[in-house]
């Protein structure tokens, strides 16, 4: 069973940057494809950013593109989300997560989720 805690959340201000880190643990967290997804107040739970076992492939949604990345630190088992300049609209609750079996671009089932950080971005 793995677990995933997210952290690094918080209140920043429009055009701020933030680093949310997802730590894993009791799996093998160097073979899952691993995800962040975001849900704003109201709406329903989105598709943020994947990336495959190794760090090389990665894949985000039309949104993000340009200003999120994702990485993973496979000797730390941690994966992370860098955000550069946020927008009121990226406030929400983000979440990690991870799926047995191989990389898919889009329209994953991922077996195993985190908690959420929430990230507020507000003046």
């Known amino acids: 069973q793995v677990q995933l805690v997210e952290s690094g959340g918080g209140l920043v201000q429009p055009g701020g940057s933030l680093r949310l880190s997802c730590a894993a643990s009791g799996g093998t967290f160097t073979t899952y494809p691993m995800a962040w997804f975001r849900q704003a107040p109201g709406k329903e739970r989105e598709f943020v950013a994947n990336i495959n076992w190794s760090g090389g492939r990665t894949s985000y949604a039309d949104s993000v593109k340009g200003r999120f990345t994702i990485a993973r630190d496979n000797a730390k088992s941690t994966l992370y989300l860098k955000i550069n300049s946020l927008k009121p609209e990226d406030t929400a609750d983000y979440y990690c997560?991870?799926?047995?079996?191989?990389?898919?671009?889009?329209?994953?089932?991922?077996?195993?989720w985190g908690q959420g950080t929430r990230v507020t971005v507000s003046s």
């Open positions: 997560a991870a799926k047995t079996g191989a990389y898919v671009i889009t329209g994953a089932v991922y077996n195993y």
